[in-house]
Each structure stands twice: as structure tokens, then as C-alpha cells.
């Protein structure tokens, strides 16, 4: 109910998407800037979460210390760490990562549910902003982008490539898409589900992938979210949520609801804002705390705010 009735509201506010529905390549273009900003986390295998130098599981004598470990039976000599071993009285040796390239895919989520903003911008163009930083950042240290590409009709799988001209294409296409959607947002039924796109990327990332998934998390399905579970296993998986002020805030007033033949009017009290606020918060906070069992970082982006300011915010408060 809780879902289904944030998706109905979403709907009846699509007049006042008109004014801001559209986006272009050069509104993207000019987040590269952005990508040049610090990494977020330290201590994670992957020591960007907007990409970065990426170290491989593979130990060896590489360019990077990983740790200190017990010594074990065909561990190379040379490596042994006198002073732990001094001071422990057990053999300890040193252990070294080495850098690889890792490919990276986004999952932007332009179906419906990401074609609603009430106030800044919409939802579809906070994911195109997003796949456009990642996009950036992983050219910048070498790394292959790709995408997949979910709208009401289709998904589009776009293979990992380290062109420059590749990934413009990507985000050009990708504002297609976008703009056609706001513009026909009630053209036809929904065919394709984010289910069905991770579904498919399990077959594509078998291990050792960046998967950015950009959307409205809040809709997500019982079995999207286990696909994301199994995918993070064998790769680093980054979940950014997109908010709108009216996701969890029922306006106070008479709502029509409509399927195109029949119409209903709900009048909304303070007592159903606050029940559903309560339970829109809950669903969130269970789902964040699952993904985090999955060890997968849960970013919140909202659509009322700059992305800008929302990004400094992030790397402010994972650095603290």
C-alpha cells in the first residue's frame, strides 16, 4: 500500500514536470569537473566508491601494502616482518596488492518511477547526472564504462569500453530516452522491471565489476534486492537512491487518483501524513540495513538540492 500510493501521488503531480523536463548532453558534459573530487571510502578493496585505484584480490609482490599475516609454508622469506615477528615471538610476513583495471556498469533506472520531481529537477535526471559522474571518473583512471539502460520498453546493455566517444554516446542515448519519457509519460504499459535488469546483469558481472545502480530504491523488489546481494558477493555494488520531498510527504489536501476511465478523490488528513511518513521511513531504514549486510554503500541523493552540494556533503562525512 505504503509503495503503491507514493507511485499513484507521483502521478498525479506530472503537469508540473513539464516546465523542467527536459535535459541535454552539455547539462552532463559539465559534471566532469565533479569526477575530479576525492574518493569516499578508505578502507574498502575498492578505495573509491566513484571508482579509483582499484586493488585487485590477487596478492603478490605488488606496488601497495595490504597487511600483516601469519606466516604460512611457501610464503616468500623476503617478506617476513621482523618486527611483528619480534614482538609476537610468531613468523608474520608482509603482504602486497596490485593494481588493476576493473569495468565498471551503471544501471540508470529510467523507467516511470524516475520520471517525477516536484520541485529542483526530476528523479531521471539526478540518475543521468550520477551515471555521468561515474562515467567520468572511471576514464579519468583508465578503467572500461558501461550501461544498462532501463526505460518502460526496454533494457539496453551497452559493453564496458574505455572510449571517450563511447561513453558520449552512452549518455547521449541515455538523454533521449529520458527527455522521450517525460514527454510521453503515459504513451504505454510498463514491459520491462528493474528485476528483470539485474536479472540480466547477473549473467554480465561475474566478478570483479563496479556496478552502480542509480534509482528510486524505495521500489525495489524483494527479488531486486537479493540480486543485488548475490551480485556483491563477487563485485563492489554502490546503490544511490533518488528522493523527492513528496516521497514521504502526503499533501494536505483532496488527491484525485485516475486510470484514464475512472477517478477517485482521497482527502489526506495530518493523521495519514504522518502514518505514511512513519511507514515510508521504516521501509528505508530496512533497506539500507539490508544492503548493508551485503556490505553495499547506500548513497541518498534528492532531488530538491543540488547534486553538487549533495556529493561534498557524502565525501564530507565519510572523511570525518
Not at 516536484?118 to 551515471?131: G, P, R
Not at 514527454?183 to 556496478?211: C, K, M, N, R, W
Not at 531486486?224 to 533518488?242: D, P, R
Not at 541523493?301 to 557524502?314: G, R, S
Request: proline share 2%.
Amino acid at each position: 500500500m505504503i509503495l503503491s500510493l507514493q507511485y499513484l501521488i507521483s502521478y498525479q503531480y506530472l503537469s508540473l514536470m513539464i516546465s523542467k523536463s527536459q535535459i541535454s548532453i552539455n547539462d552532463l558534459l559539465q559534471l566532469e569537473a565533479v569526477a575530479t573530487g576525492p574518493e569516499f571510502f578508505r578502507q574498502q578493496r575498492v578505495s573509491g566508491l566513484l571508482s579509483g585505484k582499484h586493488r585487485s584480490s590477487l596478492k603478490g609482490r605488488g606496488l601497495d601494502f595490504a597487511e600483516v599475516r601469519k606466516y604460512i609454508l611457501g610464503d616468500d622469506i623476503r617478506n617476513i616482518d621482523w618486527k611483528v615477528t619480534a614482538r609476537t615471538r610468531i613468523t608474520h610476513t608482509k603482504i602486497f596488492s596490485e593494481e588493476k583495471e576493473r569495468p565498471q556498469l551503471t544501471l540508470l533506472d529510467l523507467s516511470r518511477k524516475t520520471l517525477f520531481g516536484s520541485k529542483f529537477t526530476l528523479k531521471c535526471h539526478v540518475v543521468l547526472k550520477i551515471a555521468a559522474i561515474h562515467g567520468f571518473r572511471a576514464l579519468k583512471i583508465g578503467d572500461r564504462f558501461g550501461a544498462i539502460l532501463l526505460d518502460d520498453h526496454n533494457i539496453q546493455m551497452v559493453k564496458p569500453s574505455r572510449s571517450r566517444s563511447h561513453f558520449q554516446a552512452i549518455l547521449g542515448h541515455a538523454v533521449k530516452k529520458c527527455n522521450y519519457a517525460t514527454s510521453h509519460p503515459l504513451e504505454s504499459q510498463v514491459s520491462t522491471t528493474t528485476e528483470e535488469a539485474l536479472s540480466q546483469l547477473l549473467g554480465i558481472a561475474h566478478h570483479d565489476y563496479i556496478i552502480n545502480i542509480a534509482t528510486d530504491a524505495s521500489l525495489l523488489s524483494e527479488q531486486s534486492i537479493h540480486y543485488i546481494g548475490i551480485l556483491a558477493q563477487s563485485n563492489s555494488v554502490i546503490v544511490s537512491h533518488i528522493i523527492d520531498p513528496l516521497d514521504n510527504i502526503l499533501p494536505n489536501e483532496k488527491v484525485p487518483f485516475s486510470d484514464s476511465q475512472f477517478q477517485i478523490d482521497w482527502k489526506i488528513d495530518q493523521k495519514a501524513q504522518l502514518e505514511y511518513k512513519n511507514a515510508y521511513i521504516k521501509h528505508l531504514n530496512q533497506l539500507e540495513n539490508k544492503l548493508a549486510s551485503f556490505n553495499v554503500p547506500f548513497l541518498k541523493f534528492n532531488t530538491d538540492q543540488d547534486l553538487k552540494i549533495q556529493l561534498k556533503e557524502i565525501l564530507d562525512e565519510n572523511y570525518q
